[in-house]
């Protein structure tokens, strides 16, 4: 009977021992010096490069870490249902991590602190290097505690404890800035339509705008309209801001709803965007300041960047170099049709 053909035979992988072996030093070493551990000598790591170039070694990633005491994963923990912040600050921190080379968990605690601990617990289980949580308002939010055996970022919302490091936008900056863009433009009869003042954010872009005012030695037209943060409440805002002070020639919104809802009360009552009013919002919410007619002025978080920003914290943590305090990112205005100079 003839016997079957053998098969020939996979080729075994290159080990880290192999490497070791060839350049003379202990595993332990090799590992060190391929991933560039300051406690090898030059000469040492120069040999173990050179052997591991002549094996063609290629180490598995998963061992890599592992033989770092890392595993390569981070949680990010939101409870921004819609993602409408979360995403750009998951983009950001990607970017920061490098694509390919930290691989990112992503879970939504929908608001609910219970639900948010059985994340904490289950990202633990699976040896996360670190955390990001990134809040669904601005608001100073509850830490998680001191004693996580993990770094924790919080980013957009910042921590409660101040032993944490937090990441989060400069929003009484941003209520500056939007105010010396309209400022800029020749505007100097400008009033404040924002949204629920139970928001840390809104109070502090009405601080910024009231001390930019202030500072070209100007008064807002009216009190600052605090209500909801949609388009109705825009609508309604304007019409009451045109009844009793119709000299306004702009209008700050507290966000993009708001402003697409006041430029809707504008046109109706016959004044035009922006040769008559100029109109700007918050957030660069592409889908309305697009939409809007004109395109909408809008001033953007840098969320990407608070992001970027986090996950530099954290890797830094993760390396031995923890941060503490809240630390703050500059906001941008990116400017569109709503908003033009005066002739």
Avoid at 98 to 104: D, H, M, R, T
Avoid at 162 to 169: F, L, M, Y
Avoid at 218 to 243: K, Q, Y
Avoid at 282 to 307: A, K, Q
Wanted: net charge neutral; glycine share 10%; with cysteine.
């Amino acid at each position: 009977m003839a016997q079957p053909e053998a098969r020939p035979s996979r080729p075994r992988a290159v080990t880290l021992s192999d490497v070791a072996r060839l350049a003379g030093v202990s595993p332990a070493t090799a590992s060190k010096a391929l991933n560039g551990r300051s406690q090898v000598r030059a000469e040492t790591r120069e040999r173990v490069i050179e052997a591991a170039e002549r094996l063609a070694f290629r180490p598995n990633p998963m061992a890599r870490g592992l033989l770092a005491g890392r595993t390569g994963t981070v949680g990010l923990l939101t409870s921004d249902l819609e993602g409408r912040f979360s995403i750009p600050i998951l983009m950001g921190a990607e970017d920061a991590f490098g694509v390919g080379k930290v691989a990112v968990f992503l879970c939504d605690a929908r608001g609910d602190a219970i639900r948010e601990q059985h994340h904490v617990q289950a990202l633990l289980e699976r040896r996360v290097d670190g955390l990001i949580v990134v809040g669904s308002r601005t608001d100073p939010r509850p830490s998680l505690g001191r004693d996580l055996a993990v770094p924790v970022v919080y980013a957009y919302a910042p921590s409660q404890d101040p032993a944490d490091i937090s990441i989060v936008q400069d929003s009484v900056g941003a209520g500056r800035l939007a105010v010396q863009h309209l400022l800029a433009c020749g505007r100097t009869r400008i009033a404040h339509v924002s949204g629920d003042p139970g928001y840390l954010a809104a109070r502090e872009r009405a601080q910024g705008a009231g001390e930019a005012l202030a500072g070209a030695g100007l008064t807002p037209v009216g009190d600052t309209l605090f209500g909801t943060w949609s388009e109705g409440w825009g609508r309604a805002a304007a019409g009451l801001l045109l009844d009793r002070h119709p000299e306004l020639d702009a209008i700050l919104c507290g966000n993009d709803q708001i402003a697409r809802g006041v430029v809707e009360t504008l046109r109706e009552r016959g004044r035009r965007v922006p040769e008559d009013v100029a109109v700007m919002g918050f957030d660069n919410w592409e889908i309305l300041t697009s939409g809007s007619r004109p395109p909408l002025t809008s001033v953007d978080l840098n969320l990407e960047e608070v992001g970027r920003a986090a996950a530099r914290a954290l890797f830094s943590a993760i390396e031995g170099s923890p941060r503490s305090g809240v630390e703050t990112r500059p906001c941008r205005v990116v400017i569109r049709g709503s908003t033009a100079p005066l002739s």
